[in-house]
């Protein structure tokens, strides 16, 4: 059993306030939980407008399970949102 880490840094230009920043990463982690059954939180760059990161955590049998995962989440992630995607770090334990 393996641990999967991913820490995802997004970019919105567009997030003026600490507001409009929360309005697009509460539904994006919500529905990473909803759709993965993951764990998330918000875990860097609080104070910056137009900076997210984002740190997932699941649990995988293989590492091929993980990479799956890790696609998934990478490609929903594109998708579900229209901030950009500046910086994704997995890990594996």
């Not at 991913?6 to 697009?24: G, H, T």
Request: charged share 25%.
């Amino acid at each position: 059993m393996l641990i999967l880490y991913i820490n995802a840094r997004l970019r919105a230009p567009w997030c003026r306030s600490l507001k409009d920043k929360r309005s697009l990463i509460r539904p994006l982690m919500h529905q990473l939980r909803k759709t993965f059954n993951v764990t998330v939180a918000e875990a860097g760059e609080q104070d910056t407008h137009c900076l997210l990161e984002i740190a997932i955590a699941a649990l995988a049998f293989d590492t091929g399970q993980a990479d799956s995962i890790t696609e998934k989440i990478y490609a929903f992630m594109q998708s579900a949102t229209q901030a950009e995607i500046i910086a994704w770090e997995t890990e594996f334990r």
